[in-house]
């Protein structure tokens, strides 16, 4: 899932310092799952800003929605009938959500109160790690099902660089190296001499360097 933090509360508030009636919009996709724009923030987004125009002796209108998604023309639909009621609208989902609730509304204003950070799962409560780079061309079968690109510092995908020590990346003793627990895992399985193969450098031009990248479904294209 994208894993995304709120933005600070005093920069969304010096975002819509001129607005006296806002709409704060969530999502209902991954960052309800990392519990950033679900409803129950929203609904905590929406009392803190208002306490705090209150503090300034002033009234901020706050209306509250909800949609299933922010990344799809269908939900963002919902939205038509009211978008233009209010001086402007905040996203309270990735960055993605802002963009597209921009490009179907142009003459409204969108802000967004979060920080994209990166693709990654739970490993426990409240704890998010990043699994995934998005380079477009996914080569973990190469690794046991573990990515370097995204989990190596360097993103190195032919050996350790050796720099770690005990497990550990360079950079810091709490992040773990991901080549140690590679090695390790070919090593337990007796397949040591997978990573001894010789494999062409990775094609990144379906990574992002190559430009806004799209994916097309023809079956699915009317």
Request: charged share 30%.
């Amino acid at each position: 899932m994208i894993v995304a933090d709120r933005k600070p509360l005093d920069e969304i508030q010096e975002m819509i310092k001129d607005y006296d009636k806002i709409m704060l919009v969530g999502c209902k996709g991954c960052v309800t799952v990392c519990n950033v724009g679900g409803l129950k923030e929203v609904q905590i987004l929406a009392s803190a800003l208002r306490i705090g125009r209150k503090k300034d002796g002033r009234t901020l209108h706050v209306e509250e929605r909800m949609l299933e998604r922010q990344c799809d023309p269908e939900y963002i639909e919902q939205l038509r009938d009211s978008y233009d009621s209010v001086d402007a609208v905040l996203s309270m989902a990735c960055g993605v959500g802002p963009q597209f609730l921009s490009e179907t509304y142009p003459s409204q204003r969108f802000y967004p109160t979060v920080n994209t950070k990166f693709f990654g799962g739970a490993v426990q409560h409240g704890i998010w790690d990043e699994r995934c780079a998005g380079c477009g061309t996914c080569v973990i079968h190469y690794f046991d099902g573990l990515c370097p690109i995204a989990r190596c510092s360097k993103s190195l995908q032919h050996g350790p660089c050796g720099g770690s020590a005990d497990g550990k990346c360079e950079i810091s003793k709490e992040t773990e190296c991901i080549w140690d627990t590679i090695v390790k895992k070919k090593v337990d399985q007796g397949r040591l001499e997978d990573l001894r193969l010789y494999r062409a450098p990775k094609d990144w031009r379906t990574a992002r360097d190559g430009g806004p990248r799209r994916s097309i479904r023809e079956e699915l294209v009317k």
